[in-house]
């Protein structure tokens, strides 16, 4: 199957554009069971006041938040499927630049030295392009995330050793979320990577924290560590914005890697309660378009 950089970088602006403005339903319907379950009453408060901003922001085709955030695009590339990589990666970056003029947006995007916005969303290795393989024949999956800086700088890591064991994984996790706080504008999706390197372990963090609500770590340990944090966390009565209740976190979504005999890396990436996602299947019947 063949795919023309035309159709991908039409692709990535719509993309860009759409995961900024409709929320998944999957974190809609995280949003009604936490309505449901809050036993705080300004905690239940500020829940309905989100879902209501929700409501609004789609009514009236407006950003779901003000922060447009790093776009960020991970490519599943299957079997069959022709395409030259590096014009792939081009056409992504012209298909943000263009969301950004076009629709327009605020770009977020700054030189980390001269802090010079080119009002692009794009910049020295950004948009951010992650490419994975797929068993799947003839089909490509385009995925834009837009990770805002509120959650973003709840980013953490720590080169555990294993003599620290489980303890001292769940440790660190919960002490970074209480560290964060209010700050990452929660309900949240915190994100955990276990193993790897430091730089796979982060990437594996952010690859959980945007992971779709109700999903299930496909490793069994991973499986185990995430219900048990997810309920350590709701218990630390950080609450909406920060300002108290049980509804701290969505869920805590854990990914892990194999690593060294003797590290164990383990990295936090929260997302925020405006937890932004789309996707386009590309397909020989068409395009595919979801969260």
Known sequence: MKIEMEAVEEAAKLLYIQSLKVLPDDIKEGFQRLEMTETNATAKAIIKTMIENISVAEKENNLLCQ??????????IGRNVDID????????????ERATKEHPLRS???????????????GRRVPVINIDFSEIPDEMRIKCV????????????????????????????IDRVLEAGGKVCPPT????????????????????????????????????????????????????????G??????????????HITMNPVAVNIQ????????????PKGLEVGF
Do not use: W
């Open 272 to 283: 925020c309660h405006s937890a932004r996602r789309a996707t386009m299947t590309f397909t």
């Open 246 to 259: 049980d509804s701290t976190a969505f869920a805590v979504h854990v990914e892990t890697a194999a690593t």
């Open 146 to 173: 837009p990770k805002g800086s509120g959650s973003e700088n709840g980013s953490f890591l720590k080169m555990c050793i294993p003599a620290e064991g489980m303890d001292g994984i769940k440790t660190f996790v």
């Open 108 to 122: 977020s995007v700054v030189h980390p030295i001269t802090r010079k916005n080119e009002h692009t969303s794009c």
């Open 85 to 96: 990589g590096y014009a792939l990666k081009e056409a992504i970056a012209r298909g943000c």
């Open 189 to 244: 999706i915190v994100g955990v990577g276990v193993g790897g390197t430091s730089d796979l372990c982060m990437h594996l963090a952010k690859i959980a924290a945007t992971r779709p609500l109700g999903s299930v770590c496909d490793d069994p340990e991973g499986a185990a560590l995430e219900q048990a944090l997810s309920t350590a966390v709701n218990s630390l009565g950080i609450g909406p914005q920060g300002l108290g």
């Open 67 to 76: 922060d447009t955030g790093i776009p960020i695009y991970d490519i599943s």
